[in-house]
């Protein structure tokens, strides 16, 4: 089975900024992928800040970087960029994926900037279901006690802190959290869903649970979407 390392580095707020990173060093032979423009599809709207790619535009950015059948996908990245990749690789039908856990510092080889001639690859989409949660689901489920429903933002997102990316902020009723920054959390027993700020770092709460042997599903939308549609909100932060 043929390897192709991809580069899904990305900065929240600054486009360009994971090609940028890419070009200065990679791994050798890695393709790129970017969050904004591979991984989602930023022209639909009312979907929360990083809607799902389509099953055509995700194939085409997959062809790309050289990802069909027969290729085994190693994903690196930062802000939960690689597991991004990895959750989008299973959703639509390719399991032989990879995070390299710790990113590029856990490389230990040699990198390489500049560009790489990636010979186009012929991905095929195969999408699942039942491994994504739509608002209104998730809504009519939110006092279901087999729902465990983990928020992997900061905990003082989580709280509902003031704070310059959650315009409202706040949380989910009823939502644990597990920040994607720190150690793995705990989680009880139950039906998982996992959500973040815009469906991205909320990947890297699955990729730990299925590590673990653990599935669980996608609120892609996540809080940018819950919010924007005026549904019921929790803060356990009180302004002094």
């Not at 089975?1 to 050798?28: I, K, S, T």
């Not at 996992?194 to 653990?214: D, E, I, K, P, Q």
């Not at 609120?219 to 819950?226: A, E």
């Amino acid at each position: 089975m043929r390897v192709r390392f991809v580069d899904c580095r990305w900065e929240l707020n600054a486009p360009g900024r994971g090609r940028e990173m890419y070009l200065a060093g990679h791994v050798p032979g890695a393709a790129f992928l970017d969050v904004d423009e591979d991984l989602s599809d930023l022209s639909v709207p009312d979907q929360g800040r990083h809607p799902l790619p389509s099953a055509e535009r995700f194939a085409a950015a997959a062809s790309r970087a050289g990802i069909e059948a027969g290729v085994l996908v190693v994903a690196y990245g930062s802000l939960g960029g690689a597991e991004r990749l990895w959750w989008l690789l299973r959703h639509f039908g390719h399991d032989d994926c990879a995070v390299l856990l710790g990113g590029i510092d856990a490389w230990g080889g040699p990198l390489r900037g500049g560009e790489e001639e990636i010979a186009p690859a012929s991905f095929e989409p195969r999408e699942r279901e039942g491994d994504t949660i739509a608002a209104e689901e998730l809504a009519r489920r939110l006092a279901d006690p087999s729902l465990v429903l983990v928020d992997a933002r900061t905990a003082a997102r989580w709280r509902g802190e003031p704070n310059p990316i959650d315009d409202p902020s706040g949380r989910i009723p009823g939502a644990l959290n597990a920040p994607w920054a720190e150690p793995p959390h705990e989680l009880p027993d139950g039906e998982l869903v996992a959500y973040c700020g815009s469906g991205v770092t909320a990947c890297v709460t699955l990729h730990r649970a299925w590590l673990a042997g653990r599935e669980g599903r996608l609120y892609p939308g996540s809080w940018s979407d819950w919010s924007a549609r005026g549904l019921p909100l929790e803060r356990s932060y009180e302004a002094e």
